[in-house]
């Protein structure tokens, strides 16, 4: 078995299902894999991949053009997902679609299709909730939000703000994966990853109130109605780990 590796990015991702592919080994004895890969199998030989983005237009361009443009947007957003086995996912899932054309997405019959339609639809939720969820704090002429998403969804979201807040300058930071969607005035969003120093400065700006801080939290308080207040129902609609980074819920336990 040949186990083809490459890193989390979009890219790279689809540099390795572009080298997987033209390695011509047959698809049932390779494998694709994310790294870092913590135990190695014992008879599996590991290719790594690097990113390169000649490769991964062309498979970009394939998928859209053979395939449908929906299975690409399927694509994109499982590769964005937390699941470990994401990238083999996506590589069977476009085995089937360049087989068969743009019906594949209907073929719910198979796993493939149930596994990517799965795998899109926790990202595609997630960056809904995200773009409820998100809060900025004004820190000088900047608005920055901070979050800490499963699944890779800051420029899903950012490009929701984008439309929303086209005249702003504005920062949405990913904590975990020390990336960011920042958005200079009257101008597109781009996506940057952080240095571990700006990391450090960074975070340092949730700890900055505004003049709106306070007054969102008493809005926040005083809407509430104290005999309706269901805590079990509150957090099945806005579950426990997506309120670190809300303003109303900063000091609460609930």
């Keep these: 078995m040949t186990v083809f590796t ?3 990015t979009f890219e790279a991702m689809m540099t390795c299902v572009y080298d997987a592919w033209a390695s011509r080994l047959g698809h049932d004895n390779l494998r694709l894999q994310l790294e870092p890969v913590l135990q ?3 008879f599996c030989t590991y290719v790594h991949v690097d990113a390169d983005t000649g490769k991964a237009s062309s498979v970009v361009r394939s998928i859209q053009r053979k395939i449908s443009y929906a299975a690409y947007q399927q694509v994109f957003l499982a590769a964005m997902s937390f ?16 087989a ?8 719910l019959f198979r796993p493939e299709v149930v596994w990517m339609l799965e795998l ?21 002429q900047i608005y920055v939000a901070h979050i800490e998403p499963k ?12 439309d929303r807040m086209p005249s702003e300058y504005w920062m949405m930071i990913d904590d975990n994966r020390r990336i960011a969607a920042v958005h200079p005035k009257n101008q597109s969003f781009y996506m940057t990853r952080l240095s571990v120093d700006e990391m450090s400065r960074l975070l340092e700006t949730e700890e900055r109130e505004d003049e709106y801080t306070d007054l969102w939290r008493e809005f926040f308080r005083s ?9 079990e129902c ?11 980074h809300a303003t109303e819920f900063c000091g609460r336990k609930n």
């Design 151 to 162: 699944c890779n969804v800051t420029a899903i979201s950012a490009a929701h703000f984008a």
């Design 6 to 8: 490459c890193e989390e």
């Design 40 to 42: 190695q199998g014992l």
């Design 83 to 98: 699941e470990p086995e994401r990238l083999d996912a996506i590589y069977r899932f476009l085995v089937l679609g360049f």
């Design 120 to 140: 899109s639809c926790k990202t595609g939720n997630e960056a809904a909730y995200f773009r409820e969820f998100t809060r900025f704090s004004r820190v000088g």
């Design 234 to 244: 509150q957090r099945g609609h806005m579950p426990i780990w997506y309120r670190k």
């Design 100 to 107: 068969v054309g743009k019906r594949v997405t209907d073929m």
């Design 223 to 231: 809407t509430g109605i104290s005999a309706r207040k269901n805590y």
